[in-house]
């Protein structure tokens, strides 16, 4: 009875599934609301934090062997910290300003009613201010940070951890990096196990944002939905796409690495879901593990392109439905002042809409249009967030490749042959990573 289903099950893999899911998730929300309020939408939440237990042991171990096999060379460490967050802010910076120009030429909010929005069910926390959000790097209990899952703040105590152990003899830290080494392989092969429930999270979340929100009110604000899904397309391919090109970075086998975390994003909304699988594909695509554990984490908090992209897009929306007439000059003033409160985007409750908030209010624009905004928001932020992996895992590779860690593209062209890329020394064993053909499976 079971033996079909058991032969689809090994000539298919889990992204097979998850994109069969995400349509079925759709249908029961849509026609099933109340089955889904009622049992389907607990489903959703376990994978998360079946994810979530994942991440503070991977990046740490992974973090750890990478730096640890740098030897002495420190200053990688901090060439490669510079080099990142000057590319984050330069992409960032573009990606508001095509928020901005696509709002414009749109016009997304005019004709937008803003009367009768009423903004009393809407609590949101204070912004956090630069320096707020500075001394959250340094956590006060690396416990803590790990129980909350602070992402920033455990890369930082892996960081120190790991620059420590380079500063003590080989005879003290050999048992400490065989244990990283071997918590890094195993905590890979945990996240393979996660991700065969991967299609029931995806299904269950998605027909519970469809439950919650409805269809019928992406007819209403369909012109601001389809504006920030045409923008962040539009922005993909006149910046990833150009940067790939320029940095020399295969298109087609670098998505297939980042395929399924990025259909994991954009089904779950959640960035952490897709971190441990964007991170196991990008260290079997031939990463360093030093330069995957380091940037990708560093880009949740500093690199939010799609967020960023819809911070500019969302206030221009609300500036034109309370007909708010913004000059060129307050416009790029509105951008100068993204660009800093967009960088604390990840560390704040509701996220992009405190920003906005907070941005909005400075500029005499009404609030209501955030009123307008919630009811579409979730579908919205399924796109903002798969750009957001999207351009973490770009930013990882052009890394690599600054680094000279990650050879151009043409000279792997056995790749996916089972050779490993960072082979690159003749005296290491050619030995096959058993990380290398997952790609495969889930292309």
Not at 200 to 217: E, P, R, W
Not at 234 to 251: D, T
Not at 417 to 442: F, H, Q, V, Y
């Amino acid at each position: 009875m079971f033996e079909p289903i058991l032969k689809l099950l090994k000539k298919t893999g889990v992204s097979f599934w998850i994109v069969v899911a995400l349509p079925l998730g759709i249908i029961f929300g849509q026609f099933l609301p109340k089955f889904t309020e009622q049992v389907i939408q607990y489903f959703g939440p376990v994978f998360i934090s079946m994810v979530k237990c994942l991440v503070v042991p991977l990046i740490f171990s992974t973090l750890y062997v990478g730096i640890v096999g740098h030897g002495n060379d420190l200053k990688a460490v901090g060439r490669l910290a510079v080099k990142s967050i000057l590319y984050f802010e330069f992409v960032t910076t573009l990606a508001l300003i095509f928020g901005l120009i696509m709002a414009n030429i749109v016009k997304p909010g005019k004709g937008a009613n803003i009367s009768g929005v009423s903004l009393d069910g809407l609590t949101l926390a204070s912004p956090m201010k630069w320096s707020d959000y500075f001394g959250k790097v340094v956590p006060v209990s690396f416990f803590s940070a790990a129980s909350s899952n602070e992402v920033l703040q455990v890369v930082f105590c892996s960081i120190m951890f790991s620059i420590a152990s380079v500063q003590v003899p080989d005879s003290s830290r050999k048992s400490m990096s065989d244990f990283m080494k071997a918590l890094s392989n195993i905590m890979f092969k945990v996240t393979s196990l996660v991700m065969n429930y991967a299609p029931v999270g995806v299904f269950a979340a998605v027909a519970h944002t469809v439950a919650k929100n409805g269809l019928g009110i992406l007819a209403s604000l369909g012109k601001l939905v389809l504006t920030l899904y045409g923008t962040l397309i539009i922005f993909i391919a006149l910046v990833f796409v150009p940067m790939m090109i320029l940095c020399k970075i295969s298109i087609k086998p670098f998505s297939k690495a980042v395929m399924q975390p990025a259909i994991l994003a954009f089904t779950t909304a959640s960035s952490e879901s897709a971190l441990p699988i964007a991170l196991q594909n990008l260290e079997a695509f031939g990463i360093p593990p030093n330069i995957v554990s380091f940037v990708l984490p560093t880009g949740y908090s500093f690199n939010l392109d799609g967020s960023t992209l819809y911070l500019s897009l969302a206030a221009m929306f609300c500036a034109q439905a309370a007909n708010v007439h913004l000059p060129v000059s307050k416009q790029i003033l509105l951008v100068l002042t993204l660009m800093l409160s967009s960088k604390g985007v990840a560390a704040v409750p509701r996220a992009s809409l405190v920003v906005l908030s907070a941005t909005i209010e400075s500029f005499g624009i009404p609030r209501e249009g955030i009123g307008l905004i919630l009811g579409v928001d979730a579908f919205m932020d399924m796109a903002r967030t798969c750009t957001n992996l999207l351009g973490n895992c770009l930013a990882t590779v052009v890394m690599a490749r600054w680094e000279h860690e990650f050879p151009p593209y043409g000279r792997w062209e056995g790749r996916y042959a089972g050779m490993d890329p960072r082979l690159n020394n003749e005296s290491e064993s050619n030995t096959i990573d058993p990380r290398t053909a997952e790609i495969d499976k889930m292309a």
